[in-house]
């Protein structure tokens, strides 16, 4: 079983920046991984994915141009780069994996239940 380890969050005033990091251990290569986040009564909520091909990302419509996601493949990084943040973006943000073996494609996948693995997850805190 591998591990992930979130960093890179906390408070920071609307208008701020933030950018996430997701360490995964314990992996072979065909990983894919995503970010997530939880805010309080509400479900969670897929937010930046990796496919697994490289330099496959998607980031869910509600953060299109404001977020951005990248990964160091070989380091097995997954990275969110949060800019222009919103007092709505306040939420704890989880990293996942799922297993996509090849040959097939798998595309980056932002539906929660498609991940078998979930770091502790980091509160990201957004004042208005």
């Known amino acids: 079983q591998g591990r992930l380890v979130e960093s890179g969050g906390g408070s920071v005033q609307a208008g701020g920046s933030l950018r996430l990091s997701c360490t995964a251990s314990?992996?072979?290569?065909?990983?894919?991984m995503g970010w997530f986040r939880q805010a309080p009564g509400k479900e969670r909520e897929g937010v930046g994915a990796?496919?697994?091909?490289?330099?496959?990302?998607r980031v869910a419509d509600s953060v299109k141009g404001r977020f951005t996601i990248s990964a160091d493949k070989d380091k097995k990084i997954l990275y969110l780069q949060m800019d222009s943040l919103k007092a709505e973006d306040t939420a704890i943000y989880y990293c996942?994996?799922?297993?996509?073996?090849?040959?097939?494609?798998?595309?980056?996948?932002?539906?929660?239940?498609?991940?078998?693995?979930w770091g502790q997850g980091t509160q990201v805190t957004v004042s208005s």
């Open positions: 990796r496919g697994s091909n490289t330099g496959d990302f």
């Open positions: 996942a994996t799922r297993h996509c073996p090849p040959p097939l494609y798998w595309r980056p996948e932002l539906a929660p239940g498609q991940y078998t693995n």
């Open positions: 314990g992996y072979d290569d065909y990983w894919c």
